[in-house]
């Protein structure tokens, strides 16, 4: 089993539309998690950082950690074209070796106007 | 705002070639990463460092070096080029005070030719 599994997609959605990713991670040790938007061709830039379980709110962006099921979710409301891109997940432990993060492989959305 | 700039967005190089690929940050950043990013693969590790001069493999560092003469900056070598080294490059900066979100420059197109 993969340490973090992201379902590639692509997932295609009407403008305005609320959208759901998630990721399953297997190591109960993880306690923070990031979400990566990343555009085509250009570097990771990171939208959401999150510490154990609960919700974070930013703008139109929702990240939610479940850590008893080992599940996180990003929720986009009202999305919009811009919003297509590659949208990593990424997670680490608090450990000593806790600034590697262990990355899904992305899900590709395109939002259609 | 978080600044980490790779030297090229593009580079075409020769099999056996000596490739040097530069990242500098300019927030003080105790840690570097190099990643590189493959279609399927999602991002790979290759080298990180936690301090000047401090180094350590990651998850595919053959083929690749790595030097830190100075905080904010961090080099990729490939020794010698190959032609499945053609990738994108990612280099990444993150705190070192137990913050573990990591942020990234616009990457590198490296092509073996």
């Known amino acids: 089993q993969k340490e973090v599994e992201q379902d590639p997609g692509p997932l295609s959605v009407p403008e305005g539309a609320i959208v759901s990713l998630n990721c399953t991670y297997s190591?109960?040790?993880?306690?923070?998690f990031m979400w990566y938007r990343q555009y085509s061709r250009k570097g990771p830039e990171l939208l959401m950082y999150?510490?154990?379980?609960g919700n974070k709110e930013d703008g139109r962006f929702t990240a939610q950690v479940d850590k008893s099921s080992k599940y996180i979710s990003l929720f986009i409301r009202d999305s919009q074209p811009s919003d297509s891109a590659t949208y990593l997940c990424?997670?680490?432990?608090?450990?000593?070796?806790?600034?590697?993060?262990?990355f899904g492989k992305g899900t590709l959305l395109t939002v259609n106007p | 705002d978080v600044k980490v700039t790779q030297s090229s967005r593009y580079l075409v190089k020769r099999t056996g070639e000596k490739v040097f690929l530069e990242c500098v940050q300019d927030?003080?950043?105790?840690?570097m990463f190099w990643y590189r990013q493959d279609p399927g693969l999602g991002l790979r590790l290759i080298y990180f460092?936690?301090?000047?001069?401090?180094?350590e493999k990651g998850d595919i560092p053959e083929g690749y070096s790595v030097s830190r003469e100075k905080k904010e900056r961090f080099s990729l070598i490939l020794e010698s080029a190959s032609t499945n080294q053609t990738s994108m490059y990612l280099c990444?900066?993150?705190f070192g005070d137990g913050r573990t979100e990591a942020f990234f420059g616009q990457g590198t197109r490296l092509t073996v030719v």
């Open positions: 999150t510490y154990s379980s």
């Open positions: 990444a900066s993150s």
């Open positions: 927030m003080d950043h105790e840690n």
């Open positions: 990424a997670m680490s432990d608090s450990g000593g070796s806790n600034y590697k993060l262990t």
């Open positions: 460092s936690y301090d000047v001069k401090m180094k």
């Open positions: 190591n109960s040790a993880f306690q923070y």
